[in-house]
């Protein structure tokens, strides 16, 4: 499956986004779907999972509450929906495909090529 992110942009702190995660090639039911992030000189890290049985999801306890996941399957899509964004939200986010939720970025693949998110005032 290829993977393409989207959605990211420069937004004021306080501001929202919406990340979308589209797939082609194969359709995502099957796959569980992460969104990662990393920010220049840090290593990358999971932010939020959506699961490949009953949509079960995860989310960094740095985001848990402002940051919401879900799964379109008549689109084929992944959103990212992000509310008050902070400076230290600034990175590029990734999505990518794995067999499980895992905060493990080595056990995910198909991943997107990454949308730039900037908080800044």
């Known amino acids: 499956v290829q993977l393409q992110a989207s959605g990211g942009g420069l937004v004021q702190p306080g501001g929202s986004l919406r990340l979308s995660c589209a797939a082609s090639?194969?359709?995502?039911?099957?796959?569980?779907v992460g969104w990662f992030r990393q920010a220049p000189g840090k290593e990358r890290e999971g932010v939020s999972c959506i699961s490949n049985r009953n949509d079960n999801t995860f989310y960094a306890n740095s985001v848990k509450g402002r940051f919401t996941i879900a799964r379109d399957n008549a689109d084929n899509t992944v959103y990212l929906q992000m509310n008050s964004l902070k400076p230290e939200d600034t990175a590029v986010y990734y999505c990518a495909t794995a067999r499980t939720c895992t905060a493990v970025p080595a056990l995910f693949d198909s991943w997107g090529q990454g949308t730039l998110v900037t908080v800044s005032s």
């Open positions: 090639g194969r359709t995502l039911g099957p796959y569980a």
